[in-house]
């Protein structure tokens, strides 16, 4: 079977392995990567990052942040329609985005400022913001809309959820043919679609969803997977690239892996403390070895492909400064706990890795598990929160104030989204300043400000920045990174012939 | 009245010989024994010593089995593993054999209605399947090799509960309790001397059966990820570990498989022969 | 009382031949032990004419259910050696599909405990009936006769109770379907090894009439197995008696009660209780001895108190005393008066 | 022989099965025995002799009906005399093979008794007794140390004998201990039986299917059918005289090892029941 | 046995069924209540609002007493209301119904196979017995026991799947064949929609976890039908058949089969139970819909009521197996009649 080529009657079909779990096509579950990835074909927001990071109108076509910035009007492409015909009107908008507030779910993190919309017009609305915020505008590139009328109609009490578990309601490029949870969706090219058209994209696209890393790999190595980002460098991927009609394209991702101590509680409320763990660490043999070359070694507390970011040497390590910074840490003999969610390989292994270093050190650490949900739960309690946790980290939005804020400020301690509970009055004053401020440059400045604070306080311990390698034909095109989403975007890819 | 001389004729019944493949059974027993006991003591590398500069490197003089994802040294890690596999089966294993013991003793010796309830707390906890029970105790507890072992041993004492029952119900009847009882032994020492001793013959070879099946538990535990955690050596996770690597680091999860499957292997012969010796060809499995 | 049974004995032939019905010359049984094989019947000798009742008497072990097996060669493992001549064709001799065609329609073997002999998962009736099925018999046709077979048995209300399983019968009527089961093919043998066994005196007896009415009625020979001097000595013709697998005498019934030769059956003799006499009961010392653990010499030596030298050096051979066969070097002298 | 029997039972009832299908074992069965004498119980299969015996010995609680032994009953009887009651009253089992633990040796199998009567003060007087009744019963002392799987039946059951007799009991209950067991050893059993009465004195009760051997061993005898005594007399005058039908029956069906008498029997039967 | 008494001993076995339900339900109550975490959250989801999170606290009736809470569960239970799932954000009733039949086709064709060669290959055994094929058989089977299932399903995966291409690697279906699902069952629909293709395609993903999935299982019903297979031919009663001129297929059908019967089908029948636990390895490797992936991915997001729905599931699917298989017996087993009509 050659899918890639053209079909019988011309058509072209790609077929993409994706590793992780849908049950639920709900877009509202977006901020979820893998969900991300799987309704980003069929759906628009409002705006979106490009691939180089400025932000761009998708369904609006203007918008404008009010003075105070606690308010922001935004202006609809004409012309848009949904799949079933309707047009895309301002009342979807502001059903799209009440829905996510009320529901509290997902992508609602994104609009904690949020209070209301008023619409002013079939193409116009005012959205008003809590506080000001510089930082609302970004954080609507995964925040899809809705056909409300569609959802409406088929909504039980429950918003629609059930129902847009399984169906969409979208104004995207494609439109679902088939959902079959946990296990494929098929999507088919929406002829009438509105938005800016690429005639080369695949006319179906399939998504295959295998979690298992052994029979993604079976399925790529068999051949029955066209595009596929779940090959570590080696013989497999080498296997795969032999016979030429495959080629690898190297994507860096806007996601690192870290390590967040718990800056509140003894002994990680010692920033020396921070830094001997930080120095007791190999990152070039993690990127080397446990990321196979896929990544580059942390150069400060956002990742690389982020704007704004000041000069930070790559993180090194130091054993012999590590020993002396811990010396005291191995003498109390106190055991650390270091948690890290199992089904990820790289958490476990750099964990164990870490583990292995401080061991070495004389430092006793156990490893604990905990798996996302609960890790965030935990981290609404210091008390609860690990001593060490080893997690990826992307942030909210493309914008770096959107991490810095919710990382490391005093407002977000205990409120399961500073994973150090790290607080630090002069870095909320840089960053509170930053986010007010609607000059770019100083904005900017002011975040560099902050950054360079947070990695000489050690406030977090960046490991590596990740790159995917996105193994497609080779007649593809068009793969590149889009900061907001970090998985496929396959209706950018262009097939050629 | 004449005294009969026994004849050394009676019928005292051969020493049968040990088929071979009874010896090897038990044989790899005491070896694998020998491994969780020594294990640690004969690893030639440490085997948590993460070396990210040596991983992946195939079989040699110096890993004889090859390092895995990490740079650790398999055959060390399948040594010391032997520990965490082989015990926690063990462990599982007797403390569901005790538990089902004493449960049993309970019921027999208990009134009717309590002997009535335990049966069918029996039959509740046997409707739910070992791998599902485990799992909902790793929910429960934490996925670790701990919850690992109380969740087998939830799942299991029933069985060992209504084996020993059922056989210490029949010895209950066999005319030497009955005769006991005449001669006025106390309740109590009819079941110490004559019930319990009698009653665990099949109970012992069950439990040596069960090892071999609850080392693959074990194994199957860890490589959901509701068993042994990193860096844990214990052979489930390292398969796990290294399935990821099965094209091209063969050696980090087919070694451990294999010894999966040689332990429960050498159980499961072991346990047969035993059976072989009690009662040969009389009961399941 | 009418026999319903003629239609599937064609060669039952009355012109009293010469040849006896089943001739045993030197039969030897031995199984597969850990050290080798082990005998457990050696060099027996027997005959069984038409119409013949014969018993083998043994105690526990002496070997008398693997003869019964043995003459329809039933067990695989054993090696069965000598001659087994049925109307003068040697049973050992044929291939195992003639000898399945033998079994059941020209011997057929009653078993001693009526309750493992019946299958309890199936009806009674498709257990008689399959004794016909097996040999081609009609449904229709086996059935009828499977009918008429119980009813001569004495199951009231046969047809009805052909549907029944084994545990809703009692004893006595188990231990007839198992007759039935025997008989119903109408075979020229019936080996009956310990047929009453687990059953009261009642019933024994009303089985052993049963089977005394048949041989009558059919003119089978039949060899009754059983470890009860006291039960034959009204039913059997002739009585061979066996010790640790070999026969150690044979007689007629008359004869061999009234006068035993071999200190043997003389013991057994003094440990059957006797209802109409007041006589001391004088068992044998010791206890039986296995074919697999067989003493030299004559194996009954080590409890005889007749023995001497010679017994425990040399076995004796069979050899005619009397009226009767008698293996022993010092066989007992004729008694008076009886 | 005093008047007052040493062990009696008037009345028993004994009924088992479920509420909705009862099914009476014994019903309303009186006995007593008397020192020095042996007393047997006939009946067919499942005409109730051992729930009767079981009841008697305590093992199974009849429904009503009591137990006296000395002339004292044992449903109000004081802890002193239910303990002197498990002393005295001992039984014999039917099966040879499972009436022995597989695990003990036989001197703990024969001295259990006395420690659970603490009547050996150290171990050897506790192993010379054994010692004494295994001789009593025609065993010898090497067999001390060996285990119940490597002796024959007849053995067996005599090693159970001895077990009982070991506590010096003053009745002996016998559940067909000789069916089991081969003629030749039957006989054994059955005079070893004859031979304690006569040297200890002691009570015998003895079930059996054998009648003749009951003939031959029995002082009284009761005929059971269908959980209820038929008759209970005198053995000599059951066999002269049977009283009922039933007995009857069962004595026209005794075999008799003398050819000529029995084929004269068996025609006097055949003549009467072919049922 | 009368069809009054059959009905009887249907009834008494509800009875029985309801009371192990019940024991059942309470045991994964009580399991909630074990849990740590809050049960309110845990139903509204990590991302609710307090006020969410309380709303659902009174519409679970969290804050009244224990009691009051069980009754309460019980009542949604016969709603059918398992709770809502954390991961899939959906009500766990509705997403099992969703799964259940993949599962239950996986392992209604590993059972196939598991009978088909697991009772001839324990027969040979029991017909051969002592003898060389014997040992090889039993050899075969206790090696069988000792494969770990994962493992299998890997190294299975990568040779028969991939090198050899003799079945499908993973999933349930090839991309883009679809059936309308009526049933849930994707061999059945696909057979309904008259579509043989889709059929064929279902049955070739089915094959291969069915196959692995069913060793292990095999392994003991090779040894359980051969030992009560040689228990049963060694009754007086086969003797009495041979004796009667019968063939050997007859013996070993007639007289060992129909009398293995009792032990071989309630071995049987816990061994669905079991399946359904290898099933959550098999589903797992093969990237299989169903409720053993759904119960790791459970497991692995601590997603509460779906651990314990399915819990729940199972234990009533076993249960009803187990009224099946004591249907079979009575029907099979005249002798289980009599104890059952005794028992009456
Ligand atoms: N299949 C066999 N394999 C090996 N030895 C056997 C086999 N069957 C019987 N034997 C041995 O042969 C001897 C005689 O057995 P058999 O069953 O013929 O005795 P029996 O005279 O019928 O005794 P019983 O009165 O107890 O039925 C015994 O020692 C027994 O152990
Ligand atoms: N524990 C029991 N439960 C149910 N029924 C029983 C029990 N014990 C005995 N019975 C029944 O009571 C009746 C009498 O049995 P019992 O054993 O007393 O007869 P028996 O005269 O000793 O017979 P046998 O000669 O066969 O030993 C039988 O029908 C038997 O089935
Ligand atoms: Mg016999
Ligand atoms: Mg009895």
Redesign the pocket.
Known sequence: ADPSGPGADGDTTLTFGVDGTVPNIDPVLADNSTVDQSVVPMYESLVDYDPDGTLAGRLASSWKVADDATSVTFTLRSGALFHDGSPVTAEDVKFTLDRAKALGLGVAQYLTEYVSSEVTGDNELTVRLAHPSTLFVGGLAKVYILNSKLVQKNAGSDQGQAWLASHEAGSGPYTLKTFKPNQQIIYVKDADYTGTKNPDAPDTIVYRLIPEDAPQKEEMLAGNIDVSDGLEAGPDLDAVLADGSKKAVELAKPQGIYIFFNTQRAPFNDPKVREGIRLAYDYQAHVKTILSGHGEVATGVVPAVMACRPDVQPFAQDLTKAKELLSGLAKSGTELHLAYQPIFSEMSDAATALQSSLRDLGVKVKLVTTDYPTYIEDLKSIDKTPDMTVVWDNPPTPDVGSLLSTRYTTKYVEKGTNFGQYSNPAVDALVDKAIGTADDTERCDLYKQAQQKLVDDSASMPIADEVTTVITPKNVTGVELYPAHVGYMPQTYRMSN | MTTVAIAATASRPRRKRLPVLDVIAFGAVVVLLAMAVAGPWLAPHDPYQVRLDRALLSPSGDHLLGTDGLGRDVFSRILVGARSSIFAALLAVSGAALIGIVVAMVATIGPRWLDDVVMRLCDITLSLPVMVMALGVAVALGPSLHSAIVAMIVAWWPGFARLARAEMRTVLTAPYVEAATVLGASRARVMTRHVLPNSLDGVYVQATLEIGGATLIMAGLSFVGAGAQPPSAEWGAMVENGSRYLSSAWWISTFPGLMITLTALAFALAGDALRNRSHPDSTLG | MRLDLATAAPEAAPDAAPRPLLEIRGLTVS???PTGP?E??SDLDLTVGRAERVAIV????????????SLLRL?R??TVTGSLLLDGTDLLALGEKEMRSYRGRRIALML?DPMTTLNPVLTVGSQVMEALRVHGVGKAEARRRAIAVLDRLGIPDAARRMRAYPHEFSGGMRQRVCLAMAIVAEPDLLIA??PT?ALDVRVQEQVLTLIDSLVDELGMGVIL?T?DLGLVAGFAERVAV?YA?RRVETGAVDELYRSPRHPYTAGLLGSVARVDRDDPLRPIPGSPV???ARPVGCAFHVRCAHAEADCGVERPEIRLVGHSDVACHHPLALREGA | MTDQPILAASGLTKTFGSRRDPHRAVDGVSLAVHAGEILGVVGESGSGKSTTLRCVVGLEKPDAGRVTYDGLDLAGASRDVRRRFRRDVQMVFQDPYASLNPRMSVERIVGEGLDIHRLAATKQARRDRVVEVLEVVGLDATILDRHPRSFSGGQRQRIAIARALAVGPRVLVCDEPVSAL?VSVQAQVVNLLLDMRERLGMAVVFVAHDLALVRHLCDQLVVMQHGVVVESNRCADVFATPAHDYTRSLLAAIPIPDPALDRARRRRAAGEVPA | MTPKDLALFVVRRLLLLATTLLGIVTIVFLMIKAIPGDEAQAAAGLTASPEQVEAVRRRLGLDDSVLQQYVGYLGRLLHGDLGNSIFTFRPVASDLSGLIPYTIELVVLAMLINVSVGVPAGMLAAARHRSRVDDSVRLLAIFCGALPTFWLAMIGQAVIGRQLGLTPISGVATIGLDVPRRTGFLTLDSLLAGNVVAFNDALAHLVLPAAVLSIPFMSFVIRVVRSSMITALEADHVTAARAKGASERTVLVRHGLRNAIAPVSTLLGLQIGWMMGGAVLVETVFNRPGFGSYLTQAVAHKDTFAVLGMVLVVGVIVTFVGLVVDLVQLVADPRVRLLEARRA
């Open positions: 199984y597969p032990g082990v457990i019947v043994g105690e526990s072990g002496s070997g008398k259910s693997v003869t019964a097996r067990d493992r054993a001693q090894d310990e066994t197995i470890h066996m697998g296995m074919p697999t | 081969d």
